[in-house]
């Protein structure tokens, strides 16, 4: 910087000139502003935040949101700042090694495993096309999936099942708010907090649960029984469940049991339901 500024002061005293100087600055800026905000000037290979199953020229992945994939928390040069962050909000044992194993891969290719059957939360006729979501309702990609999945279920007779995928050493309401959902589930409940969460943004744990509480059937039982971990083994099963199913990311999108691996627009889910 330094340099510059004397750089500067030369071009200035030898042009003898404030419009030369003024060219001589707007082309620095220039210079600067390529530099820094270029792939090209700034050196930044940005390949290794491409899928490694998109094509050679598809666009990078630095604009998503980073705590989607955890698999890739090491890539890049923000891995460490990232770990740094898991760490304080480490999930309690279950959880935490349902995680790391989903971290880990099946190495299976995905499909919904196991499939859709009585012990899911679904919505829609029996004998409806079947759309089940993995989720992390704390999360605005989530929200945003299930908000459109739910139109799309109500318009076109669909059965939407949704599992849980919360994000608990990322998100700091992941694992309360999926506590919360198994806790309204069980007094059937489940579809009408799933809405009430998707359109809310709780701050904290106990707004998150007074929340719970009024949408509740019973507002008396949801917050002792979410307290007791009571449905943790349930939420961790359900995060097994996603790595069986070869699941990468959340929201991740089952349509018949096939994975779909394209945009989350109303246009795109028209077509893969079509064929």
Known sequence: ????????????????????????????FFVLVYSYYTRRGSGINQRPYRR????????????????QELRDWQRGTAGQHRSRRSATNQPPGPVAQALADWRTGSG????????????????GPEEAPTMAVYLDISSEPSRNAYRLLSELADAQRIQLAVRQLPLADVHQLSLPAAEALEAAAAQGKFFELLDLLANSQPKAETELLELANRYAGDSGRLQPEAAVERYRASV???????????????????????????????????RALRR
């Open 52 to 67: 490694p199953d998109a094509p050679p020229e598809s666009p990078s992945e630095l604009a998503h949101d980073v705590t």
């Open 236 to 270: 961790a099963n359900q995060i097994r469940q996603a790595t069986a199913s070869g699941t990468h990311a959340v929201p991740a999108i089952f349509i018949d049991g096939t994975h779909y691996n394209g945009p989350i627009t109303r246009d795109n889910l028209h």
């Open 1 to 28: 910087m330094l340099a510059a500024s004397a750089l500067v002061l030369v071009v200035s005293a030898l042009a003898g000139g404030s419009l030369i100087f003024a060219i001589f600055v707007v082309v620095l």
């Open 108 to 123: 299976k290719p995905a499909a919904l495993d196991p499939p859709i059957d009585s012990s899911d939360r679904v919505r």
